[in-house]
């Protein structure tokens, strides 16, 4: 399975694995990489699509959501999941990871986090508004580590209803940061789609670091 890894400046440090959009590992995906980076971790994310053998999606193109949908449509659940987990494991075997390694996923990538972080020994989750989130409720009680979730409350792929289903469920169980953005849409944080809300996305990633700083480097 292909992956794209970042290292800090210093070489070493706790390990994030970064979970992508349905879009794949777009330049978005790689920019959050780096700055995760940055802020001294080792990344690593996975390239989930690896297993379709299918052309990288054009971002640009008047139809990529329908695209990006239909491909994410054509995963096999259960082996997306073995395949984010064994991407865990092979992070956590690095020798460059010195400290707790958890999840870190958007949109597509957020569901599955939670998912990972329900069968398999994570430190901490962070889940940007998970769309999958509200099908794998019956999980919740699973997923014991520190989390932080993002949603917007104007998202056109999950509602409020369900956004407040998730709510209940995951804090009912966690130690869980739940954050609700006003305005914003799904996908705020992407600065390469039309979604992109810049004052959500500053506020939201200033909160991810400083739990990242919290509960990942213990």
Not at 25 to 35: E, K, L, P, W
Not at 107 to 135: E, I, K, Q
Not at 200 to 216: I, K, P
Request: aromatic letters at 10%.
């Amino acid at each position: 399975m292909p992956a794209r890894l970042w290292l800090p400046e210093s070489g070493s440090g706790p390990g994030v694995l970064l979970l992508q959009e349905i879009f794949g590992v777009s330049a978005y995906i790689q920019r959050r990489g780096a700055d995760l980076a940055a802020a001294g971790y080792v990344v690593l994310a996975p390239e989930l699509y690896w297993r379709l053998d299918e052309p990288p999606l054009d971002e640009t193109a008047p139809d990529v959501v329908d695209a990006a949908m239909a491909r994410a449509g054509r995963l096999d659940p259960d082996t997306t999941v073995a395949d984010a987990v064994a991407a865990l494991g092979a992070l956590r075997a690095r020798s460059e990871v010195t400290g707790p390694v958890g999840a870190l996923g958007f949109c597509f990538g957020g569901g599955l986090a939670f998912n990972v972080a329900a069968v398999a020994p994570v430190d901490f989750l962070v889940s940007y508004y998970g769309s999958g989130l509200p099908g794998l409720l019956d999980l919740a009680p699973q997923v014991t580590v520190p989390s932080l979730h993002h949603f917007g409350t104007a998202d056109d792929y999950i509602d409020a209803e369900s956004v407040e289903r998730v709510r209940a469920a995951v804090t009912a169980h966690a130690d869980v940061s739940f954050e609700l953005y006003e305005g914003a849409n799904h996908a705020f944080d992407n600065d390469d789609f039309y979604f992109f809300h810049p004052e959500a996305s500053a506020l939201a990633w200033d909160r991810t670091l400083a739990f990242l700083a919290e509960h990942a480097s213990r």
